[in-house]
């Protein structure tokens, strides 16, 4: 039983799904930024190939994060389908519709994400 109102929880699918969509066109994106750094001297100066292949490294930092955030969307589809979606996983407690608007994807409440970062 959820926490969450039906008219809370349908939004925050909404919400979640949009997301889903949004992070798959990132992750395109990210990939193809990722997978184009142009090697030939001829055409590109030393300048430009160092900016080419930063871009490419934060393409793959992007992607990571993206994709990080994807499994976490998934997982949350996940719950919603299972009817247990909004609850911490560390300490089993309702979180916040606040919260929730902001990131749907949430894990955790705000005290188990703080400890969380406290310990490392
Ligand atoms: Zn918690």
């Known amino acids: 039983m959820s926490a969450l109102k039906p008219s ?6 909404i919400h979640l799904n949009e997301l889903q969509q949004q992070l798959e066109v990132f992750l395109n994106l990210d990939e193809a930024a ?6 030939d001297q001829g055409k590109v100066g030393r300048l430009s190939r160092i900016d080419a292949l930063q871009q490419q490294a934060m ?4 992607s990571e994060v993206h994709k990080q955030q994807l499994v976490r969307v998934h997982r949350a589809l996940h719950k919603i389908e299972q009817g247990d979606y909004g609850y911490c996983d560390e300490c089993g407690e309702a979180i ?3 919260r929730l608007q ?4 949430s894990d955790f409440c ?3 994400l703080q400890t969380q970062e406290n310990t490392g």
Do not use: I, S
């Open 8 to 13: 809370q929880l349908a939004a925050l699918k």
């Open 34 to 39: 990722a997978g184009t750094v142009e090697l």
């Open 59 to 62: 393409a793959q930092a992007n």
């Open 96 to 98: 916040p519709f606040a």
């Open 102 to 105: 902001v990131q749907p994807e």
């Open 110 to 112: 705000v005290k188990c």
